[in-house]
């Protein structure tokens, strides 16, 4: 009983505070599409427009690899603030601390899935056929979002005792953003720098996705299957 109340919760607070968050603006919802559209836009006027980089394919795979990896990034800074924000809320009633994250991971959810949208329309009139493959999307995206509830719920814990992490969390994403496979294709980097950059789980996740939406190509079942290792033991710690 008390999971199924957690539950409710979860789903009850996620959607009153995207609603909350939508009724502050006068352009509403669309703020979830047009902010993120404005972001693609701004890095694709910097890399190809105005440095120039990049083949023929890296308009669709650098715009799959900057939409998953907003998610990823929007869910774990979301996660790290989350229990912080509800100070109020925790010191005059009890509830179960680790919700807070995982609403954080699904109001980023929310927002990610009609981008994601956005993005198969793009490939389409790109001139990327629809394949097979993108069926399966879905099940790459569930195996990132319990990579990121996974870690929203970690540094949710460990923050509020550490406030100065959140900076630490901020400047990390950053890093990672750069070597994470957004601006490159990892199968073109040799070994052994290739096997240090997969040890980071959005590597491989970003590639996944092209596989699957661009390149059509079955995604990697061990690789996935390590992810999903790696985030229950993230979740367990």
């Known amino acids: 009983m008390q999971l199924r109340n957690a539950l409710e919760l979860i789903l009850y607070k996620a959607y009153t505070d995207l609603k909350a968050e939508?009724?502050?603006?006068?352009?509403?919802?669309?703020?979830?599409?047009?902010?993120?559209?404005?972001?693609?836009?701004?890095?694709?006027?910097?890399?190809?427009?105005?440095?120039?980089?990049?083949g023929p394919d890296f308009v669709p795979n650098f715009l799959?690899?900057?939409v998953v990896w907003k998610w990823f990034a929007s869910g774990i800074q979301g996660g790290a603030h989350a229990i912080s924000t509800n100070r109020g809320l925790l010191q005059q009633?009890?509830?179960?601390?680790?919700?807070?994250?995982?609403i954080a991971v699904l109001g980023s959810t929310a927002r990610f899935l009609p981008v994601f949208g956005i993005l198969a329309l793009f490939l389409l009139?790109?001139?990327i056929p629809f394949n097979p493959t993108w069926l399966v999307?879905?099940?790459?995206?569930?195996?990132?979002?319990?990579?990121?509830?996974?870690?929203a719920m970690l540094v949710g814990t460990i923050t509020p005792f550490l406030p100065d992490l959140k900076a630490l969390i901020d400047n990390g994403l950053m890093l990672l953003f750069f070597i994470s496979?957004?601006?490159?294709?990892i199968n073109e980097v040799q070994e052994?720098?290739?096997?240090?950059?997969?040890?980071?789980p959005m590597t491989g996740l970003i590639d996944e996705y092209r596989n699957i939406m661009i390149r059509g190509i079955w995604p990697d079942t061990m690789r996935l299957l390590i992810i999903i290792g790696a985030s229950i033991v993230?979740?367990?710690l």
């Open 22 to 54: 939508a009724a502050r603006s006068y352009l509403g919802f669309i703020w979830w599409l047009l902010e993120p559209v404005l972001y693609l836009c701004a890095f694709y006027v910097l890399f190809v427009l105005v440095m120039q980089r990049g």
């Open 64 to 66: 799959c690899g900057v």
């Open 93 to 102: 009633v009890y509830v179960p601390k680790f919700i807070f994250p995982v």
């Open 125 to 127: 009139i790109y001139g």
């Open 137 to 151: 999307a879905p099940v790459v995206m569930l195996v990132q979002f319990g990579l990121v509830i996974s870690l």
């Open 181 to 185: 496979g957004v601006f490159y294709n």
């Open 192 to 200: 052994p720098i290739k096997s240090y950059l997969l040890l980071n």
């Open 234 to 236: 993230l979740g367990v």
